[in-house]
């Protein structure tokens, strides 16, 4: 029989379908590791695996010589070996577009919970709020998430301005240069992957065109910014405040210093975590196991 191997949790959904075809599924836990895990299975009988973002290794992918395909349940593959996985065909799938609503909902209500100052606002130590009908919101990236965020913000009567790679057409609102994005947004909010290209493209030299009064947005990957710059910024108050759904530690200043400031707001990577897009794409992956296990083309592969 063959084996899925799961290395997070995700939803029953996929799982169930699994075994309702015929498969045999390892669930890794928390506790363990995939190293510890190996004495528990029979890592010739593995043909898929699914992952979530857990950074997997090359050793430990070698460790499964029968692998056929990574389903990945999310959209950024940062965290796989991507040179490793192409040398040996396997096939990596992965769900573009299934977290969009998810990650858009999210990256809305970090704009009202700073504008609002939610998480600091009492009655015993009151702030003035502001509005973000008016704003001008700098998009960083135009990919399923940002466009679907686009589509929520324009009853709000925002302006809108889009950076992105290459020119792409726009439901509305206006594509400019990156310096454009950071000297004229009140909220700049990250949606692009992490690439050599994109690591740390938010750094001294963006935040010092920043308006004081601008926010920072990060619902993408943690890699995009240079967190000590960001400590800097905050801390000197060369912008207003942030809100952070991803994050990576500093060389000097850490994740915990960052999360201790005022004007942050931290939540722990909850972005695609809606009950419904998780149960969506465990059968999203489950699918594509099967896909490859017809002879048939994947749904959404990524090389």
């Known amino acids: 029989m063959q084996l899925v191997y799961v290395v997070d949790p995700i939803a029953d959904d996929g799982i169930t379908l699994l075994k309702e075809k015929g498969f045999a599924v390892f669930r890794l836990s928390k506790s363990q590791t995939i190293k510890e895990s190996l004495k528990l299975i029979d890592p010739t009988k593995v043909t898929a695996l699914i992952i979530r973002a857990t950074k997997i290794t090359v050793s430990e992918l070698q460790s499964f010589p029968n692998l056929k395909i990574i389903a990945r349940h999310g959209v950024g593959v940062d965290n796989l070996p991507l040179d490793y996985i192409k040398e040996n065909k396997i096939r990596l799938t992965y769900t573009p577009g299934l977290n969009a609503i998810s990650v858009a909902e999210l990256t809305l209500t970090l704009m009202l919970d700073l504008l609002k100052k939610i998480p600091v606002n009492r009655k015993d130590n009151f702030y003035d709020g502001e509005l973000l009908a008016g704003k001008t919101i700098g998009l960083i990236g135009y990919g399923k998430i940002a466009q679907k965020l686009s589509l929520i913000l324009k009853p709000f009567g925002i302006n809108l301005l889009v950076y ?111 009950r419904e897009i998780l149960q969506q794409s465990s059968l999203r992956c489950a699918q594509e196991i099967l896909l490859l296990e017809k002879g048939k083309t994947a749904i959404q592969s990524y090389f």
Request: aromatic fraction near 6%; proline fraction near 4%.
């Open 164 to 274: 992105n790679h290459r020119p792409k057409k726009l439901a509305y609102g206006t594509q400019v240069e990156l310096d454009e994005i950071a000297k004229s947004s009140d909220i700049v909010s990250l949606h692009v992957p992490a690439t050599p290209e994109t690591t740390q493209m938010i750094n001294d030299d963006f935040f010092i065109q920043m308006k004081q009064s601008a926010f920072l947005i990060n619902t993408a990957r943690g890699a995009l910014i240079d967190s000590d710059s960001l400590y800097s910024a905050l801390t000197a108050h060369k912008i207003a405040g942030a809100a952070l759904d991803v994050l990576d530690s500093g060389q000097i200043h850490t994740i915990q210093e960052i999360q201790a400031l005022k004007n942050v707001i931290f939540t722990p990577h909850i972005g695609a975590s809606s």
